[in-house]
């Protein structure tokens, strides 16, 4: 009986955006330029850059918006709203139309 009362409590709480919205894991900021250098702790280069972690439901059958889970994306963050989960402070609530463009693999 202990097993099925902690199964139960042991349950993955998830985060599903409602309406025209997605879950976005924000990329790390570069601490480091494309040259190489090594920018010192106070001075971050700001990413615009995550990988999809969940869909709503409007948006997954919305064939205007082509976007899939994991998808790596370029977002606009004005409208995002934090979300403070499990200690994770790089998930945002993104509204559809602040992503702006999606990253894809050119298949040969």
């Known amino acids: 009986m202990a097993s099925a009362r902690k199964s139960k409590a042991e349950k993955l709480?998830?985060?599903?955006?409602?309406?025209?919205?997605?879950?976005?894991r924000k990329d790390e900021d570069r601490?480091?330029?494309?040259?190489?250098?090594?920018?010192p702790d106070k001075i971050e280069i700001p990413t615009l850059t995550g990988r999809?972690?969940?869909?709503?439901?409007?948006?997954d059958h919305d064939e205007d918006y082509p976007i899939k889970q994991y998808?790596?994306?370029l977002f606009n963050p004005k409208q995002g709203i934090p979300v403070d989960f499990e200690g994770d402070n790089r998930l945002f609530v993104i509204p559809v139309e602040d992503i702006v463009a999606v990253f894809r693999r050119d298949p040969e």
């Open 52 to 59: 999809v972690v969940s869909i709503s439901a409007q948006v």
């Open 71 to 73: 998808d790596r994306v």
């Open 13 to 24: 709480e998830i985060v599903e955006p409602l309406g025209k919205r997605v879950l976005i």
């Open 31 to 39: 601490k480091q330029t494309k040259a190489g250098l090594h920018l």
